[in-house]
């Protein structure tokens, strides 16, 4: 079975640190770009973060930027997102997904899912004190 799956959310307090992975099973992660989105409760899905196939090119949204850094685990076939210094904002379902084709990566590299392969059902993380 092709599926992806999130792992690693919970509940935390501001400051604090959370690491999301992203497992994929029946298929190997090399040949796809990875992206991570969020939903906070009554707010659009939106852009956190996106690595290529290559490794060679990424995207964080402005609200990340200096705080997240996305990777890739080709021996362990994961894309983990360690977050430090969490903040309330950053509550909301974290998804990952993952496409293949070069449609795709422009837009997911530019923080957008378009025509995204396959996605994880998501975790919660919620930063509250």
């Known amino acids: 079975q092709l599926q992806l799956v999130e792992s690693g959310g919970g509940l935390v307090q501001p400051g604090g640190s959370l690491r999301l992975s992203c497992a994929a099973s029946?298929?190997?992660?090399?040949?796809?770009?990875i992206g991570w989105f969020r939903q906070a409760p009554g707010k659009e899905r939106e852009g956190v973060s996106c690595i290529s196939s290559s490794a060679g090119s990424t995207y964080y949204a402005d609200s990340v930027k200096g705080r997240f850094t996305i990777s890739s685990d080709n021996a362990k076939n994961t894309v983990p997102l360690p977050m430090p210094s969490l903040k309330p904002a950053d509550t909301a379902v974290y998804y990952c997904?993952?496409?293949?084709?070069?449609?795709?990566?422009?837009?997911?590299?530019?923080?957008?899912?378009?025509?995204?392969?396959?996605w994880g059902k998501g975790t919660l993380v919620t930063v509250s004190s």
């Open positions: 997904a993952a496409g293949r084709s070069l449609y795709s990566s422009t837009y997911c590299l530019a923080g957008y899912a378009v025509d995204m392969d396959f």
């Open positions: 029946g298929f190997t992660l090399d040949y796809y770009h």
